[in-house]
């Protein structure tokens, strides 16, 4: 009724689940579980211990096989203590615990970082931004996340496929053509060296998209500054209208593969913060459409055994 592939990750395993009638898939990562995000509790100030404020960061923050953390600017690269990828990274932004305004510094650093953490390493990469507990941040410090997998997420694997065939059938890559077809149909918001719009199919409240001019990581490290300074005017634009919390994912084809895929950037606006509790619903569920589970269904089996007799 279902396959399941499963890999060592961090000190633990990961299960990935696909239903074999519908296709619909999932990742499975109980060591997460351990970290007790499931319980309403107020999002954290530096006072309250968080992991990656002052010295903490090297305490409780785990090093790469060489024994280093990736520094580039302010910002502190490493390995994640609870993956949910094969190759998981974190990147911390900013030595502030709150900040309501980044540096194009701060966010070029960051991003490069996150670039060279993911760099070598063979699959397919993104990198991943929750912003705020309302969008499923666990921790209210602003950071990032990079995935590599030896398969593209449900939504990669759809615009990686789709690009394929697209360009055997028309002979043209089709981020070429969106980039036309949007910039005539008037929901262009910057067209420089990376090309924004308006998605016209949004996966989420007030859905920005970004058509980067390369497929893989590897083309990504000319093109940080101007991913940096984009984004911020994209994350100004969002405060305008009165929202904060955002997902944010960057999507990257395998190295080596010529597809006709277009990187792309998705970022998406979330609505309603609530200052008592985290959201359940992260850049996983929204924009790669696979959910993170913490609970293995045969020990959800036992738990209902051992709790109702």
């Given at each position: ?9 961090g ?16 990742r499975?990562s ?6 007790g ?5 107020r ?9 990656f ?16 953390r990736?520094?580039v600017?302010?910002?502190v ?9 094969e ?12 900040v309501?305004?980044f ?12 670039w060279?953490s ?13 912003f705020?507990?309302?969008?499923g941040?666990?921790l ?14 449900p ?5 990686i ?6 360009r055997?059938?028309?002979?043209r890559?089709y ?11 008037g929901r262009?918001l ?8 308006a998605?016209p ?8 998209r ?5 497929s893989?990581?590897s083309?990504f490290?000319?093109?940080v500054d ?15 209208l ?7 994912s ?5 190295e ?6 277009s990187a792309?950037?998705s ?13 359940d ?11 993170v589970?913490?609970?293995l269904?045969e ?5 209902y ?5």
């Amino acid at each position: 009724m279902f396959t399941e592939r499963v890999v060592e990750a961090g000190e633990g395993r990961l299960h990935f689940r696909r239903e074999t009638l519908t296709g619909l898939s999932c990742r499975i990562s109980p060591e997460r579980s351990r970290r007790g995000i499931d319980q309403s509790a107020r999002p954290g100030s530096p006072s309250d211990g968080c992991p990656f404020c002052g010295g903490s960061l090297t305490s409780a923050t785990p090093c790469f096989a060489d024994g280093k953390r990736i520094l580039v600017g302010e910002s502190v690269t490493f390995p994640n203590l609870y993956p949910f990828a094969e190759w998981h990274t974190v990147t911390v932004i900013s030595r502030e615990h709150r900040v309501s305004t980044f540096s194009p510094g701060q966010l070029a650093d960051a991003f490069t970082g996150q670039w060279e953490s993911l760099s070598g390493h063979d699959g397919y990469a993104s990198i991943n931004w929750n912003f705020l507990p309302s969008a499923g941040a666990s921790l209210a410090h602003p950071h990032l996340q990079g995935l590599v997998d030896s398969r593209p997420s449900p939504l990669a694997a759809r615009y990686i496929a789709g690009t394929a065939e697209y360009r055997r059938e028309h002979g043209r890559r089709y981020g070429e053509d969106l980039r036309k077809a949007e910039g005539d149909a008037g929901r262009t918001l910057m067209d420089g060296a990376i090309f924004w719009h308006a998605s016209p199919v949004p996966l989420g409240e007030k859905e920005i998209r970004g058509v980067l001019p390369v497929s893989h990581l590897s083309g990504f490290r000319p093109l940080v500054d101007d991913f940096a300074s984009d984004l911020l005017q994209i994350l100004a634009f969002y405060r305008e209208l009165g929202t904060r919390a955002f997902n944010l994912s960057l999507f990257f084809d395998r190295e080596g593969c010529d597809t006709g895929f277009s990187a792309f950037c998705s970022i998406i606006a979330r609505i309603n913060p609530n200052v008592n509790s985290m959201s359940d619903s992260s850049f996983m569920e929204r924009l790669h459409l696979e959910p993170v589970i913490l609970t293995l269904p045969e020990d959800l089996a036992g738990m209902y055994r051992e709790k109702m007799g």
